[in-house]
């Protein structure tokens, strides 16, 4: 069956770089698109971008100068860099498959805080 | 940006009640909405998208509808596997945008 995991570093230091991964099973990363979704302590969700199944990538304006999303077809694997982080940024990220808004498999979430 | 507004902010159902939340979108979204089940410390579950198509899986008892501007996602008696935050998306113009959410409660 369909499968997301992110994993990453639990804490990051403000100013630093966040990198996230989303290791997918059950589905190829060259026939499907895969967003990245976060959601600080006690709000709502946001849409931050998607990588297509061409490769191809959209993200959110509101942090589309910080954020970078790519993959590893081979390794089946969705990648998210997110630099100049600051308190704000603090959430679970989630990864999901996405056949454009509709996102039918989620992974269960990585949390991470950004302090010093 | 499409902003969509969602209300109520909390909602309390007694069990087999029918309850309803509803999305306004800032312009016509086209029917391009999904609906989302958070239940607490879990990740989101896909409900109904384009407006009104149930996910495969998810009980009859949830429905949705909607046009233009304005949805909404209808839950026809209340279950205690009910309990939990729910999110509509926009999927018309990107950034997708979602709504700020409902928590529902058993009364």
């Known amino acids: 069956q369909v499968q997301l995991k992110e994993s990453g570093p639990g804490l990051v230091q403000p100013s630093q770089t966040l990198s996230l991964t989303c290791t997918v099973s059950?589905?190829?990363?060259?026939?499907?698109?895969v967003s990245w979704i976060r959601q600080p302590p006690g709000k709502g969700l946001e849409w931050m971008g998607v990588?297509?199944?061409?490769?191809?990538?959209d993200y959110n304006s509101a942090i589309k100068s910080r954020l970078s999303i790519s993959r590893d077809t081979s390794k089946s694997q969705v990648f998210l860099k997110m630099n100049s982080l600051q308190t704000e940024d603090t959430a679970m990220y989630f990864c999901?498959?996405?056949?454009?808004?509709?996102?039918?498999?989620w992974g269960q979430g990585a949390s991470v805080t950004v302090s010093s | 940006d499409i902003q969509m507004t969602q209300s109520p902010a909390s909602l309390s159902a007694s069990l087999g009640e029918t309850v309803s939340i509803e999305c306004l979108a800032s312009?016509?979204?086209?029917?391009?909405l999904a609906w989302y089940q958070q239940k607490s410390g879990k990740s989101p579950q896909l409900l109904i998208y384009?407006?009104?198509s149930l996910q495969d899986g998810v009980p009859s008892r949830f429905s949705g509808s909607g046009s233009g501007t304005q949805y909404s996602l209808k839950i026809s008696g209340m279950q205690p596997e009910d309990e939990g935050d729910y999110f509509c998306?926009?999927?018309?113009?990107?950034?997708?945008?979602f709504g700020s959410g409902t928590k529902l409660e058993i009364k």
């Open positions: 999901a498959r996405s056949h454009y808004y509709v996102m039918d498999a």
């Open positions: 059950g589905l190829s990363l060259t026939s499907n698109s």
């Open positions: 990588i297509w199944s061409n490769g191809g990538t």
């Open positions: 312009e016509g979204i086209s029917n391009d």
């Open positions: 384009a407006a009104s």
């Open positions: 998306l926009q999927g018309s113009k990107f950034p997708l945008t």
